[in-house]
């Protein structure tokens, strides 16, 4: 339960999970079957054997967790199988194939092979604190999160959340902590770091266990932007904080980890709530510690969608129908980087689009279908 990276989100309105295993239970993972390449859902975050989809622990925690299965089809298989089919189908025909020709060969080639594919399968884990208002993601992956988030807004009908903090003010108090200065109140630099020139050519610097206030290390302050930098809690947790606000390579402190080892773990649960409050106490401190150099993302200036919480249509719900039947294409990301607006009001739009018939429903895998061919002149 121990969290090695995070994602993290500010809920911008109370959620009660207490008893939400019946609408988690619509989307309920189960097992690639035939030709499903991908296939994603909930599945029991505590234990297998202790059947909750939305567990409760102590001081208003909850734990959820999502399961993907994707069956591996490795290219080198594929193109194994794929290069005598091409040579017997180009001598039958006496000319060479076209690129659409062997495209279609392949997918063809992949259907066949999937239920022969062994599959992989992998858990995120969030917690969500409802005494702070945080969800905490166990990854570094932004599309993990967001398939994440997507499934419980599809189960819980909504779920309006932010990113923790403004990156753009993240990166600049970045600056100023690898130079030694107001740093987070009780952090200590570590011993890694990361820069990167903004301009086209991106020079890259990376130091490990180096001491980072060497002149070495500060003189790279002058043209490069720090992309990535290892901070310490001591006797609690060290962690990289990256400039897009994820928090990686998270290593707990053997004091930290092993305060609830007098529990034992014949009473499963009641070791994992103590384990779960322990790190989300842990958490507490980290994000208040952040918030109070950077602060959380203003909302200021961004209307709020209509499927939240008004009757008008987004200002740039029509810019972004056009962009996804130009893109055939469509993602809560995509939108948020084309437009440059926030997550939440990037996901309405999306479910907008799926209201009104533009996309489909989020699959299985995570993905949605742009359904319409054309925005009409």
């Known amino acids: 339960m121990w969290f090695k990276n995070a994602r993290i989100y500010k809920v911008t309105e109370q959620l009660n999970l207490t008893g939400h295993d019946a609408f988690l239970a619509e989307h309920q993972f189960t097992p690639c079957m035939g030709q499903e390449a991908v296939k994603m859902g909930f599945t029991y975050p505590v234990h297998p054997t202790i059947k909750q989809l939305v567990h409760e622990g102590q001081d208003g925690l909850f734990v959820v967790a999502v399961k993907r299965q994707e069956k591996m089809l490795p290219a080198a298989v594929i193109n194994e199988e794929l290069q005598p089919k091409i040579a017997a189908l180009e001598l039958d025909k006496g000319r060479s194939l076209g690129r659409k020709e062997k495209q279609a060969l392949r ?170 409050l322990l790190m989300a106490q842990q958490f507490r401190a980290l994000i208040a510690a952040v918030d109070g150099n950077v602060g959380e993302p203003t909302t200021k200036g961004v209307q709020k969608n209509p499927i939240w919480n008004a009757e008008e249509e987004d200002p740039l719900y029509t810019e972004a129908v056009a962009f996804v039947v130009e893109s055939k294409k469509v993602s809560v990301s995509a939108i948020q980087r084309k437009f440059r607006i926030g997550y939440n009001r990037s996901a309405y739009i999306v479910e907008a689009m799926e209201r009104n018939g533009v996309v489909s429903e989020m699959g299985h895998n995570g993905n949605r279908q742009v359904l319409l061919r054309e925005v009409a002149a």
């Open 107 to 276: 997918e063809e080639l992949i259907q066949a092979l999937l239920p022969r594919a062994m599959p992989r399968s992998s858990v995120v884990t969030v917690i969500y604190d409802s005494k702070t208002g945080y969800l905490i993601v166990n990854t570094t992956s932004a599309g993990r999160a967001e398939d994440l988030l997507a499934l419980l807004r599809k189960s819980l009908g909504s779920l309006p959340a932010l990113p923790w903090t403004d990156n753009n003010k993240l990166n600049l108090n970045m600056q100023d902590w690898l130079a030694g200065k107001n740093l987070p109140t009780g952090f200590e630099l570590g011993n890694s770091v990361e820069l990167k020139a903004p301009d086209e050519e991106g020079a890259k610097a990376k130091f490990s266990n180096h001491l980072l206030s060497s002149a070495e290390v500060q003189s790279h302050l002058e043209d490069k932007l720090v992309t990535k930098l290892e901070m310490s809690l001591p006797n609690a947790l060290s962690f990289t904080i990256a400039d897009d606000g994820s928090i990686r390579s998270i290593q707990w402190n053997e004091l930290t980890t092993n305060t609830n080892d007098e529990l034992g773990w014949d009473d499963l649960v009641l070791r994992v709530d103590a384990d779960l």
